[in-house]
């Protein structure tokens, strides 16, 4: 392989950390701007076609049954506001979904509201949140380019179509929270400089604020609210609560599950706002999750952990900081919580397959059990003054289901609003199994295994696929893409939900964080035995597929275990284990990592660190690393350094290790449908010529 490669000059550079001098031959290419990553970057993408090139008619036959796929009417379930419905709706293969606006729920000819389309030539410029004024005839909308984490808010009038002048910069982890008809919260970081690349910069996110903009004003004039500056690294995110009383700001350490809650009252005029809030710090230490869901008056209503891993409600008076459980802890993961007038919607996560329920909030009430499909409910509206709530669910078989009801009766007013309908997918042809197994020190974990009826073999190509960090479950959903590699490729899909989601509460996470981290990774491992030992793939036939903290994943596994897969795709992945923390938003992940900086971390971290931990003389898998340029979540020099020491330590054994590097494209978010297919066709081409997965028409 190693004519293959490009010649990549490897630096002298050291630096000492905790007594251990650590090589840095690669340094240079953490300066995305540099004219030598750049160059570095155009011929990893020119070594990864050189390579594929044999499998053009492969992978040309997955764009166009990835393309066919991927072109079905979807659309959102619909929000009601100002007696109109709207809902985001995509023809199939446009880029960016279009917000369209409806007279009633059968309306045939619905008007465009919103197209993000038309506001970059590439379909690379993205909606992100949006809220509406209390009188509803005002919508402010926050957008990215090129996948960036960066965020502007513009503001339409709904009734004229017209667009206000505001145009706010620089936010960023930003909701978007609107006080009356005024104008709205939002949050923000300093100004870079004027001619920085928004996405491209590798600087430390430090100094999140939160300010409030007078709709009709500069940005110049926004209020600073809330500023934490002996807290560079916090993140704050401000809501105001449904009767436009209070100002609830939920004070983030980086990702640490626990969180603080300060409420303040606010003022009856725009003018009073501009003196300091009074804020109460109901809750001021880091022991608990909290999360605003609905109040009363001074009576706030939150999920918390606080004593329940996996989820409670509780009623805290604001005057006595009292706090009382309202919906105990329950046997499942409390995933989502709406107060709807007098009646409470929640979603339980029950072995990995959301259930909603609904009661009334006070007394003793029956939670009363609603009948829906197996899947994920991926989206739900509600509003606290109207009746009317709807909500998608989705699973590995099911594109896409809305519903709507009236929350005075939910049960018995359960409509299906919308099924997106997927030509060529014929559900019966499927089977969709959950499996329990045990991971080396006897954790039960569960395994969703979806394949082909009659398709299961140890010749099967299996995609294996995790994540297991940050309190993020892996739950049922639907791609297009993947029905092609069961439906096209003969393929068998696997995911296992290993610890560190959220699967079975806050001491699952735990349970693959910090000191534990190496969980996961075994986890992940015993899952690719489990399918071999009862004959479902080889590992021959077996490759690994991960994203951010799931390309940590990968590549750990890849080092640890790289006799059981063939195949390695690591998408913008973690992969720098003594460095992560000083790049972007990267010490926001210290809660999950912990931090290199600390001794008895790093002593951790040096164990699994990827690009630290590749051995010499190894057969490795072939191994693909995928990032974005304008990644600013997990910075691109992560899978520059990987992708670059894979090919310097086994030139010549194992492999292919091969780069696709996106240009205009950031963490995954916003991605345009054309740079999907593209993506995922590249993948699943190197996928199939890796584990011999042949193409049935």
């Not at 057969?619 to 340029?629: H, M, Q, R, W």
Request: glycine letters at 6%.
């Amino acid at each position: 392989m190693k004519s293959l490669y490009p010649v990549v000059r490897r630096a002298a550079t050291t630096y000492q950390l905790h007594g251990r001098t650590i090589p840095e031959p690669y340094d240079y290419l953490e300066d995305p701007c540099n004219a030598e990553t750049k160059e570095f970057v155009r011929q990893q993408n020119e070594a990864f076609d050189a390579y594929m090139k044999s499998s053009n008619e492969v992978r040309d036959k997955i764009v166009e049954r990835v393309t066919a796929m991927l072109n079905y009417a979807r659309t959102s379930n619909p929000s009601l506001h100002a007696g109109k419905y709207y809902y985001q709706y995509n023809t199939g293969l446009q880029n960016q979904s279009v917000i369209m606006q409806a007279t009633s729920l059968k309306d045939d000819n619905p008007t465009v509201f919103l197209d993000p389309n038309t506001l970059s030539a590439d379909g690379t410029t993205a909606l992100k949140a949006h809220a509406w004024s209390e009188n509803e005839e005002l919508f402010a909308y926050s957008l990215s380019d090129k996948g960036s984490d960066w965020q502007y808010i513009q503001v339409l009038n709904a009734e004229t179509g017209e667009q206000l002048p505001d145009k706010l910069n620089w936010a960023k982890f930003s909701g978007i929270s609107w006080w009356k008809n005024d104008g709205f919260f939002y949050q923000r970081y300093p100004e870079l400089s004027e001619d920085v690349d928004k996405g491209a910069e590798t600087d430390s996110a430090q100094n999140h604020y939160v300010c409030f903009h007078k709709v009709g004003t500069a940005q110049s004039e926004d209020l600073l609210i809330l500023q934490v500056p002996e807290h560079p690294q916090w993140i704050l995110a401000a809501e105001v609560t449904d009767d436009h009383e209070y100002l609830v700001i939920r004070v983030m350490n980086g990702c640490d599950p626990n969180n603080l809650i300060w409420i303040a009252k606010l003022p009856t005029t725009y003018e009073e706002l501009k003196r300091p809030l009074e804020f109460v710090k109901v809750v001021n230490t880091f022991v608990a999750q909290y999360i605003y869901v609905g109040n009363e008056g001074k009576m706030f209503y939150m999920t918390s952990t606080k004593g329940a891993s996996r989820k409670k409600i509780v009623s805290i008076n604001l005057e006595t900081t009292e706090e009382k459980d309202v919906v105990a802890e329950q046997e499942s993961v409390l995933n989502r919580a709406a107060l709807v007038k007098d009646t409470l919607i929640v979603v339980y996560l029950e072995d990995v397959k959301d259930v909603m329920y609904y009661r009334k909030l006070h007394g003793a009430a029956e939670m009363k059990k609603l009948d829906l499909p197996l899947g994920t409910i991926t989206s739900l509206f509600s509003d606290y003054k109207k009746d009317f709530v709807s909500f998608k669910v989705s699973s590995f078989m099911l594109p896409g289901r809305s519903y709507v009801m009236d929350i005075n009766n939910p049960q018995g007013s359960l409509t299906v609003y919308k099924d997106d309908v997927v030509n060529g997918l014929n559900v019966e042809d499927y089977v969709t199994v959950q499996h329990f197994y045990q991971s080396a020190d006897g954790t039960k974990i569960p395994m969703f295994i979806v394949h082909k009826k009659g398709s299961l073999s140890p010749h099967s190509p299996v995609m294996l696929y995790g994540y297991g960090g940050f309190g993020i479950s892996l739950t049922p959903s639907f791609s297009p893409s993947r029905i092609v590699f069961l439906q096209n490729l003969g393929g068998v899909l696997a995911i296992p939900n290993i610890r560190g989601g959220n699967e079975y509460g806050q001491l699952w996470h735990d349970a693959g964080r910090l000191t534990k981290k190496q969980n996961c990774f075994t986890d992940f491992v015993s899952a690719a035995k489990y399918l071999h030992s009862n004959k479902i793939g080889s590992p021959a036939t077996t490759a690994i597929m991960g994203g951010s903290n799931g390309g940590l994943l990968v590549a750990a596994c890849a080092n640890q275990a790289p006799d059981e897969f063939s195949c390695v795709v690591c998408q913008v992945g973690v992969l720098d284990m003594f460095k992560f923390h000083k790049f972007t938003i990267g010490h926001a992940w210290i809660s999950d990592y912990g931090n290199p900086d600390e001794e008895e971390d790093f002593r951790v971290l040096e164990k699994y660190s990827p690009i630290h931990n590749v051995r010499p003389g190894v057969k490795y898998p072939a191994i693909l690393v995928v990032t974005g340029d304008h990644d600013d979540r997990v910075v691109p020099l992560h899978s520059l350094k990987y992708v670059a020491t894979l090919q310097h330590t086994n030139p010549e054994l194992g492999g292919p290790f091969l780069a696709r590097v996106e240009v205009a494209a950031g963490h995954g978010f916003g991605k345009p449908t054309s740079k999907i297919i593209a993506e995922t066709s590249d993948m699943y081409a190197f996928m199939a010529k890796s584990i011999g997965a042949t193409w049935h028409d």
